[in-house]
C-alpha cells in the first residue's frame, strides 16, 4: 500500500505570496493533520480533517487553512507568506480520526517551504 | 495545559549497547495515549511504539521498549542492541480524546560504531 504523498516536496516563495500544500493520504485513511516542524518551535499541530469536515485546530493565524477533499486528499493553503512562515509542513493521515482515538498516525516526507 | 518534556536534546550510544530515552508530560486526563516517533535525517517520520494509558504492561516492539509510569507521567524509551539505522531524531508524543498530538522537543541519538 503506498505511504502518505506531499506535493511538492520543496518549495521557495517570497514574502507575501501565497501557497498551496498537498497531501495524498493512505488508501482508505480519512483522517489527514497538519503540522509545521521549525527548529525553534519544534512541531506544532495546524489542524485536523476527517470526511472534510476541520475536527480539530491548532493555534496558528487565519492566514493558514486547510481543506479535504471528498477523496480524502487534502491541501493546506498559506496566505501572505512572512518570514517565519519558513519550515517543514508534515502531513500525518490516519485511518479514523486522530483526535477521537489513539489512531496510529502515518506521517509523509513533508512539504520544505523556504520564504525569502 | 498538556505539555511534553523530552530533557535530553542529545544522546549517544555505542552499537549494540542499551540507550533509553526520557519523556514527561504533564495532563490532567485519565485516558490518553503516548507514542514516539523516530525521524532519520532527511527522511520520514514513522511511528516506534505506543503505549494506552489504561494498559498497565508496557508496550514492546522487537528492540524497542517503553517503561510507563502513569502516576510519575513519565514514558521512556529503551533501545536495545542499538544499530547505525537507529540514528534519529526521537520525538515523545501525547495525545488525548479530542485533542491535538503534543509533541516534545526531541532527541537526537547518535550511534556509534
Known amino acids: 500500500k503506498a505511504g502518505v504523498t506531499q506535493t511538492p516536496r520543496y518549495l521557495i516563495k517570497t514574502r507575501g505570496q501565497q501557497v498551496t500544500l498537498s497531501c495524498s493520504p493512505i488508501s482508505g485513511h480519512r483522517s489527514v493533520s497538519w503540522y509545521q516542524q521549525t527548529p525553534g518551535q519544534g512541531l506544532q499541530f495546524l489542524f485536523e480533517y476527517f470526511s472534510e469536515t476541520q475536527r480539530n485546530k491548532g493555534n496558528f493565524p487565519g492566514r493558514f487553512s486547510g481543506r479535504q477533499f471528498s477523496n480524502s486528499r487534502s491541501e493546506m493553503n498559506v496566505s501572505t507568506l512572512e518570514l517565519g512562515d519558513s519550515a517543514l509542513y508534515l502531513c500525518a493521515s490516519s485511518l479514523v480520526a486522530a483526535s477521537g482515538s489513539g489512531g496510529t498516525q502515518y506521517f509523509g516526507p513533508g512539504t520544505r517551504l523556504t520564504v525569502l | ?113
Open chain 2, 1 to 113: 495545559a498538556q505539555t511534553v518534556t523530552q530533557s535530553q536534546p542529545e544522546m549517544s550510544v555505542q552499537e549494540a549497547e542499551t540507550v533509553t530515552l526520557s519523556c514527561t508530560y504533564d495532563t490532567s486526563e485519565s485516558d490518553y495515549y503516548l507514542f514516539w516517533y523516530k525521524q532519520p535525517p532527511s527522511r520520514q517520520m514513522i511511528l516506534v511504539i505506543r503505549q494506552e494509558a489504561y494498559k498497565q504492561q508496557n508496550a514492546t516492539e522487537n528492540r524497542f521498549s517503553v517503561n510507563f509510569q502513569k502516576a510519575a507521567k513519565s514514558f521512556s524509551l529503551k533501545i536495545s542492541d542499538s544499530q547505525l539505522g537507529d540514528a534519529a531524531m526521537y520525538f515523545c508524543a501525547y495525545r488525548s480524546h479530542g485533542n491535538d498530538m503534543r509533541f516534545g522537543a526531541g532527541t537526537r541519538l547518535t550511534v556509534k560504531p
